[in-house]
Structure formats: structure tokens, C-alpha cells
């Protein structure tokens, strides 16, 4: 899967006028438009022309820069149609709220297979690379998702599930141009630090959880977060409430208090977010590749920071942690380098207004912004040009061969890396994955530069490959490289490819057109990076769209990707007792080798290509049809069904909303099999894992453009859904419906697949929130198969001709039930579901197969469950409780929600004031809810 950069253009403030002097053309010495009071209106929320924007926005945007020197983006949603597209639609809400399949399409961008696993999934990952930078695709659970932060995503997920049902906000997002490369070196970790203390009160509003209570109240949220070269804070909340917050946020930036008092609760605060991030695989990858930096380069700093760095050292050195906090907010928070997004539905005036009178007060010591273009070629180190072999905390083989390469900032125009990632990453014929996948060497592959400070900044840009490898292809590490340096000499030789190039920014280009509305806090914390990052026209399009084709910029980039520039980092637990070196920060265990002698040799000589390995084919799947169907049948406010059958029905509505060229569509193939045992559940998700990676190269092109398909191993049935532009999306459904009906597969795949689902439901139970999760359905749910009862199925084994078997008999009787909405005719709805039975030739179920979950009346007494984790070197702990309530009215329910939004701040400043932090609680309203009261606490083995 090719991975995204966002290139830093012309960065921090575009020395252009300001918003306001086009607001105010035309109008008389009393500021009154001549042409009336409906000029005036227009002329209120008259937006900047130089900005460009998609044609389906209907947002006004206006830039300004205040007299303290602090840039703005002002964006109005004033006319935002209620129905307009937005990335979460209102099936996905519906899918959202129900925890059958608890999963997030937000993010929904990489198509593949999911294991669902009770009423709550479980977020799953094998390939430890974040995937795809802005494309995250946080909602994969099966093996081949790479991200791996758990807990992000799961707190993630519970906000989109509240913001799902809540009218659109306001929201506010700021970008300070100082990261973490300027922490002093005797204080590992004081940005980050800075980025908690900044708003725990301030001059105006002393009161230190002021902001957040008043959010909570208010129905909004806040965040913020420290990169190497900026840090960013977020917030959104209901609109009438808007100044105020911006009035109480703002002051954090104008006169923050940082009390003394306040120091040792908040170091424990950052200490408990380092030690939840100590058993990420992909945190531990990046501290040890920073430690690979010359000596003096930033990327060697300890960014976290913890009670050791920022407390216990500094007191024994004489260091005073306050008063360095507070010079390091005055020499870094400086206006002239903040850039700022607000938005609302407010006219552009009325914003201006709002931003000149409440964020002008923020001073300007008028020092120049931190700079570190300086130090050039951090990693040209023999240290960097070796073979790193790790041992990572969750069960699995990764090779990652990374490049560093001079910053690409300035080609944001030609995004030479996201033309190279984009082939690299390619899963069609010809591609390197593909040839991998034919040798059972490889299950994934991920390439490209993602958009953090890590692989971007100032000094260096990361280009990486990240393969997840099979036990035959961890083998084979080395012959894996070779085919990768094979593909990327192909290119050099072949040299940049116009077509290619110009079907990349067509896909893109298409998707920006049509591009669907996101959740305001989210937009305008991306925005306010932008505008660090790109030109004024650009901010909207500069991390998005191909402007310039620039063949020899791309070639440039291409041949720094030499295999003597390459750094080759091997993780897997069989490294186990061979890595006794041990990075400090982290605990990695790892070692240090030079390049085999054969291997190195060859590299450096010019060696054969590989003849299976090609550039990728015109792509057929690319929309090119963008009409508005004509609609063949009366509106309707929801889906109605309109066919019915012993077989299977189908619920159908027409877009009149969004009024965009794009479909959804969802089929559930149920069948009561699935459930009647564990062996059954085991062999099911085998077949749908399988079944998704014989989908893998025929439907990459369907993929990437822009046609996404998710299979999900469901507890009742086989879910599908695919969605996109609806031109194309018909053929992308069939193709998998074929892959289905002739459904085959090698012992090789079957010994593949069932070996990395026992990796999977391993890692599912080595994180003390998903062992929880677990344990507590268990005892929750009548007639459940725990995890635990899977994995040992598993490890029992299953035979080639169970799973033949299976299939067989799951393919035979099934009931079909499917929706599909957006721009199709009822016509064309109809002939998915007729597809579906005439490709299958199934048989109606014998007897009704409901899909529905019987909970367990809890007694009325107090029960404790403990659990050991099975992950010894996993300090965290999880307690979960739970109150029963059972059938309730929908008022009981929403007066529930409430009390669940009241508890929320409080709960999260737990420990903002104990000595003894917890990091993550959120308060959670289930679809069922219990009266007495179930514990489930699971901890380290130690505690």
C-alpha cells in the first residue's frame, strides 16, 4: 500500500494581504455596500478568491494576518447544507453505533479483511509502520493492519461514535511552529511537557480544569499533540458557545498561570503516556532509528520525556524544571510563528471580528522561528547502513528498509515520494508484493513517507518499505530486499512515467472535486499545519493534489534509493536471544550486524532485473461518469425495502442530499453455522482471511481508485461493503462476488493464513483492553467463544479439508440481506442482490437465522473478575466496570448518555491530581446496560 507525504512548501506565513482588505472593497466611508442590504450580507461573508478550493465545498474561507504577527484562516460554514456529504455518512454512523462491529469507516481507506469479535471489535496489527499517513486506516483488524496504537484508535472511535450523533461544531485549532527538536538537552521532553502545563489555567480563567469542564458541559473536546518542529491544540464545541471558548482558550497562549504546584501531577501525567507507549512496537522502531542520527542532530533527543527526565534528574542536578518551562514558553509561543484555523457557522466578519479582538493580545518577543535546515544528512553514518535485527512485543515478521533522503519540502508540487510510493506500494500485477505473495515470502507491504515530524522535517526526509513477512519469508529476509532494490532499479532505469503520474492526479483530483465534508475539529487541525507548510493558494489543496509534473525531480528522488544508502531493520520474536544490545529509552532489545558479504557484494555490482517485475497497467477501475442519477421511484427519509425473497431482501434509498456521484453498499450473508462451535468460528475467519488475500491483486486497482471494499468476518454472517463513486462500484462488487462463488485455495495459502491468524489472536491477547474486552463478553454474552477458545482451537490445528468443507456448507444455505444508497436507480440497486443469488446459487435457510445477542441477567450481588495479562513486560492495567440497568425508556437512555458525558472531564482529570495517573478511561454507554454491578479488572502478572 503506498503510503502519503505531506510536503512542506513555503512554510509559516504567506506575506500576502489579509482577508479583510477584500472584505471591505466596494463599500462607502461608512462601510455600507451600495448595492443594498443583500450586498451587504454577501459582502460579510465574502471569501478570498486566491484560495482554491473544491467546487463541492460549500464553505467561504478568508486570511488575515493580525498586528502581533499571527496568521489566520477564517472559514465560514454559514451556507453548509445540513445533508451535505460528510466523511462519516449516516449508514457509517449507523455501523458506528453498532457494537456487533465496532469499527470506524472514517478511515475506512485501505480495503482488505476484519475479524469482528463480539458486540466490540478488536483493533489488531501486524506490520508495524503507521499506514498511509493521512489515510490511516485505523479500523483494519485482521493481520495486515499496520498501525499500532490501540488506544488512540479506540478513544478515536468513542468520539467519532459521540460526534456521529451530534449536530456539526465549532472548532478551533492552533499551530505553534516549535517542536520537540528544540528541547534543551538537559531536559528530554519539555514541548511535550509545556504542550500539558500551558493549560492547566490561566490569568483570566485560573481555575485549572476550567476549560475542560466548561467543554464537557458544552458538549465539546479538546486535544493537542508535539511534533519534532510544531505543536498543535484542538478544540470543538456547539456553536453558540463558540467566542467564549475561544476567549477561554486563547488565554492559554496570552497569559498562561503554569503554577508551580501544578509541576509534579503534570510530569505524571506525561510519565504515564511514555509508559503506555513503551510496548508500541512502532514507538520503540522510531526511538531506535533516531538513536542512528550523527551526534548534535535532534532526532537523537528523547521526545517523550518522563518523571525520570523531568523531575527525578533535574532535582538532582539543580535544575529548576519550572523556571525553564516558563522561559521556554516565552522564547518559542511566540505569535509571529502561530498559525491559526477557526470554524463556524458565523459570517467571515464576525470571525475576523472574534479572532483580531481575542488573539491580538498574544505576544510577539520577535525572535526568529527555531531552524534546523541546517543540519543536513543526519543519518550518512556507517551506524545507519547495517542490519538491525529487534525484538518486538507482539508476535510477528517485518522487514522495513528505510532511506533517508535531503528534505523534499519544497516538491510539494510533484510529490516525487507519493509517485514512488505509489508503485512501490502497488499490489497489482507486477508488483513487488505480488511477486511476494506468489513466493508465501510476504503478506503486506507498505511504502512511502507519512506526514509526521519523524518522516518529515526540515532535515531530512524518510522514504520506507515495511513488508510483512511470512515464517517462510522471515527466511528469506535477504532475497526479500533483493527484490525490492530489483523493482526500484526497474524504475531508475525506466525513468519517470507520465501516464502514471497524470492517472495519480486524476484519482486525486477526482476525489478532491467530490471530496466529502470531515469533522470540523479534525479539518481545521490539519488546516493550521498547512499553513505552516504551503503557500496561501494552497492551503486547502497542497497536502492533496499533483500540480506539476516534473520528471527530473522525481528521477532525483528515485535514485537516492540505493541499496548501500539503505538501512535494513528485521523485527521478529525468533531475534529473541540473539539481541543482547538494549536502547535506553524504550528497552528494545536488538542487535547490530554489516550487511552479509554476499548480499553486499552483489548490491554494489550492477545486477539483473527481475522480468515479473513491471509497471502497473491503465487502471479500468478510474471513474469517469459523474452523473446525477435520474431517480425511478418516490424519496424516502430512510431505506425502504424493495425486494423480498425466501433468499434474501433489499433495503434501497436514493441520494437527495448530498447530491454527489458516489454509492454505499453493504451485504450480510448470514448463516447460523458460523456459531455453532469454535472449530466453526476459527475456520470461518480462516476463509474470509483468505478469501480477502485471493481479492488482494485483482482488486488493488478498485483500491486505489478510490473504490473502497471491506470484508468482515461477522459473528452471524460474511459482511461486504463496498462504497465510492458509483460509476465503477457495480464491477468492484461483482468481482468480489466471483472471487466468492469460485472461492479456492492452495495447502501454501492455508498454511500461511492460519499461521498468521495465530499471530493475530495472539496479539489480540497480549493487550490487557482487548484480554478485558474479552473476558467480560464472556461472561456477558449467552452462547460466546472466547478468544481464548479460538487460539486454541487454532493451535489444536485444523485440516485443509475442514475448511473445504466448511465453505462448502456456509456457501449452500445462507440468507441474504443487503442495502445499497447513494447515486444508484432502484433498478441498479436491485441488481446487486439478483447478482448476488445468481453467482451463488444458494439454498433458503431451512429456519430464521435472528441476529440478535442475549445478555445475561447479572445476579443481584457484587462480582470481581481478575485476569493476568499474558504480556509479562506490559506494565499497564485495565479496570472495566459495569452497571446493569436492563430494557429501558429512550428518555432513561438519553438521561444515561448524559450522565456518561458528565462523568467524562472529571474521570479525565483524574490524574491531573494523583500522585498514582491513569491515562486512559473513558466512560462508555453500552447498548445494554447492567443493574448490579460486574468488574473486570486485568493487570500486569506483577501487580
Known sequence: MPGRNKAAGGGGCPEVLGGQQAAEAGRDAAGRSPHGDEEEERGANLGDPDIVKSPSDPKQYRYIKLQNGLCALLISDLNYLEGAPSALSSEEEEEDGDESEEESDEDDDDSGAEIEDGREGFDDEDCDEGDEGEDNDGDNEDFNDPDDSELEELA?????????????????????????????????????????????????????????????????????????????????????????????????????????????????????????????????KEMLFGSLARPGHPMKKFFWGNADTLKHEPKMNNIDTYTRLRDFWQRHYSAHYMTLVVQSKETLDTLEKWVTEIFSEIPNNGLPKPSFGHLTQPFDTPEFHKLYRVVPIRKVHSLSITWALPPQEQYYRVKPLHYISWLVGHEGKGSVLSFLRKKFWALALYGGNGETGFEQNSTYSIFSISITLTDEGYKHFYEVAHVVFQYVKMLQQRGPDKRIWEEIQKI??????????????????????????????????????????????????????????????????????????????????????????????????????????????????????????????????????????????????????????????????????????????????????????????????????????????????????????????????????????????????????????????FNILIKPETLAKDVRLLILEHSRWSMIDKYQTLMNGLSIESLSSFVKAFKSQLFVEGLVQGNFTSREAKDFLNYVVQKLQFAPLAHPCPVQFRVVDLPNTHLLCKVKTLNKGDANSEVTVYYQSGARSLREYTLMELLVMHMEEPCFDFPENQADPWLSRVPHLQEYFWDPWLLSHSSNPGN
Open 508 to 761: 486525486e483530483a477526482n476525489e478532491f472535486h467530490y471530496q466529502e465534508q470531515t469533522d470540523p475539529v479534525d479539518y481545521v487541525e490539519n488546516l493550521c499545519e498547512n499553513m505552516q507548510l504551503f503557500q496561501k493558494e494552497d492551503f486547502l489543496t497542497g497536502d492533496q493534489l499533483l500540480f506539476e509534473y516534473k520528471p527530473e525531480i522525481i528521477a532525483d528522488a528515485l535514485n537516492q534509493l540505493s541499496p548501500q544508502r539503505a538501512n535494513l531493520v528485521l523485527l521478529s520474536a525468533a531475534n529473541e536471544g540473539q539481541c543482547h544490545l538494549k536502547e535506553r529509552w524504550f528497552g528494545t532489545q536488538y542487535s547490530v550486524e554489516d550487511i552479509d558479504k554476499y548480499w553486499s557484494d552483489l548490491w554494489a555490482s550492477d545486477f539483473e532485473l527481475n522480468q515479473d517485475l513491471h509497471l502497473p497497467e491503465e487502471n479500468k477501475y478510474i471513474a469517469t461518469d459523474f452523473a446525477l442519477k435520474v431517480a425511478d421511484c418516490p424519496e424516502t427519509e430512510y431505506p425502504v425495502k424493495t425486494l423480498s425473497t425466501q433468499q434474501g431482501c433489499l433495503w434501497y434509498r436514493k441520494d437527495d442530499k448530498f447530491k454527489i456521484p458516489k454509492g454505499y453498499v453493504r451485504f450480510h450473508l448470514i448463516s447460523p453455522l458460523i456459531q455453532q462451535s469454535a472449530e466453526n468460528i476459527v475456520l470461518f475467519d480462516t476463509f474470509v482471511n483468505i478469501l480477502s488475500h485471493n481479492l488482494g491483486e485483482p482488486a488493488y486497482e478498485a483500491d486505489v481508485a478510490q473504490l473502497e471494499y471491506k470484508l468482515v468476518a461477522g459473528e452471524h454472517g460474511l459482511i461486504i461493503r463496498v462504497k465510492g463513486f458509483n460509476h465503477k462500484l457495480p464491477l468492484l462488487f461483482q468481482l468480489i462476488i466471483d472471487y466468492l462463488s469460485d472461492f479456492s485455495f492452495t495447502p501454501a495459502v492455508f498454511e500461511m493464513i492460519t499461521e498468521q491468524l495465530k499471530k493475530t489472536y
Open 156 to 284: 478515536e472511535k468513542e468520539e467519532t461514535r459521540k460526534r456521529g450523533c451530534t449536530e456539526k461544531q465549532s472548532a478551533a485549532a492552533l499551530c505553534v511552529a516549535v517542536g520537540s527538536f528544540s528541547d534543551p538537552e538537559d531536559l528530554p521532553g519539555l514541548a511535550h511537557f509545556l504542550e500539558h502545563m500551558v493549560f492547566m489555567g490561566s490569568l483570566k480563567y485560573p481555575d485549572e480544569n476550567g476549560f475542560d469542564a466548561f467543554l464537557k458541559k458544552h458538549g465539546g473536546s479538546d486535544n493537542a499533540s508535539t511534533d519534532c518542529e510544531r505543536t498543535v491544540f484542538q478544540f470543538d464545541v456547539q456553536r453558540k458557545y463558540f467566542k467564549e471558548a475561544l476567549d477561554r482558550w486563547a488565554q492559554f497562549f496570552i497569559h498562561p498561570l503554569m503554577i508551580r504546584d501544578a509541576i509534579d501531577r503534570e510530569v505524571e501525567a506525561v510519565d504515564s503516556e511514555y509508559q503506555l507507549a513503551r510496548p508500541s512496537d512502532a514507538n520503540r
